[in-house]
């Protein structure tokens, strides 16, 4: 039975490509001519972006690695108190029957740290990165300052 599937799948692919293939190799369609020659209208002058500096590469790549270390280590340490939170509050909730609960809580604060602590850090995180981009070259905090 479920050889039979197998070969009955197999021919229906290559059935499949076979017909594929036949209509990627269809030749050329004449265009149909046209009605009537259509009037050339000027599109309106859109006014460019305006140009300006951003920071360099290396302030770029300091910010971007400052951004993924700090959220990194929020989401690590908000996961971890979470957790350990969430087991002794589940535990306690479920006194005669300690595991359960501690198993609950533990999952259930593990989500609820790496939220409350990581999505803080995250948007200020991100603000930084931006503010970083939009800067102009050595102006950023990540720029070498030789005093």
């Known amino acids: ?9 197999a021919g229906m692919a290559v059935a499949a490509m076979g017909l ?5 190799h269809a030749g050329p369609v004449a265009a149909p001519a ?11 002058a859109v006014p460019s972006l305006p140009f300006h500096d951003v920071a360099s590469r290396e302030e770029n790549d300091r910010a971007f690695a400052q951004f993924g270390a700090q959220v990194g280590i929020a989401v690590t340490v908000g996961s971890l108190v979470g957790t350990m939170a969430g087991a ?10 300690c595991l359960p609960g501690l198993v609950t809580g533990a999952g259930i604060g593990g989500v609820v740290g790496t939220i409350v602590a ?4 995250l948007g200020v995180s991100a603000y930084q990165l931006w503010e970083t981009y939009n800067a102009a070259p050595g102006t950023s905090i990540y720029a070498d300052r030789d005093e």
């Open 88 to 97: 002794g509050i589940g535990c306690i909730a479920t006194l005669p029957a």
């Open 34 to 44: 046209p009605a009537a020659p259509v009037p050339a209208t000027a599109a309106p």
């Open 20 to 24: 594929a293939a036949g209509v990627s």
């Open 118 to 121: 990581g999505g803080p850090t």
């Open 1 to 9: 039975m479920i050889v039979r599937k197998a070969a009955v799948t």
